[in-house]
Nanobody, 122 residues
Framework: EVQLVESGGGLVQAGGSLRLSCAASGFTFDDYAIGWFRQAPGKEREGVSC????????YYADSVKGRFTISSDNAKNTVYLQMNSLKPEDTAVYYCAVPLRGYGCLYEYDYWGQGTQVTVSS
């Protein structure tokens, strides 16, 4: 059974930092990409970042470039999202997801975690 469990969300002041974790199981972690998405109230879900576990390639949304860093620990089957210089507009529920239909970030994401709330106060 594929499982993705996010953790690390919380309340932080603007300019602060948080590190989100996504613990994965039920598939061959080294073969697939893991993506981070977020959804704020009243807004559509948006892609934030992605990492390909097989070759380490990474992608970032323009809104988070230079502030967020994605990384993976293949030994722990875990992907991290280090978020620095947080802004109130980063407030959202953050989800990790995996596309099992192909080996890369651009495939449709099949499985999703339950999400973790990030709230940035001004």
């Amino acid at each position: 059974e594929v499982q993705l469990v996010e953790s690390g969300g919380g309340l932080v002041q603007a300019g602060g930092s948080l590190r989100l974790s996504c613990a994965a199981s039920g598939f061959t972690f080294d073969d697939y990409a893991i993506g981070w998405f977020r959804q704020a109230p009243g807004k559509e879900r948006e892609g934030v970042s992605c990492i390909s576990s097989s070759d380490g390639s990474t992608y970032y949304a323009d809104s988070v470039k230079g502030r967020f860093t994605i990384s993976s620990d293949n030994a722990k089957n875990t992907v991290y999202l280090q978020m620095n210089s947080l802004k109130p507009e980063d407030t959202a529920v953050y989800y990790c997801a995996v596309p099992l239909r192909g080996y890369g970030c651009l495939y449709e994401y099949d499985y999703w975690g339950q999400g973790t709330q990030v709230t940035v106060s001004s």
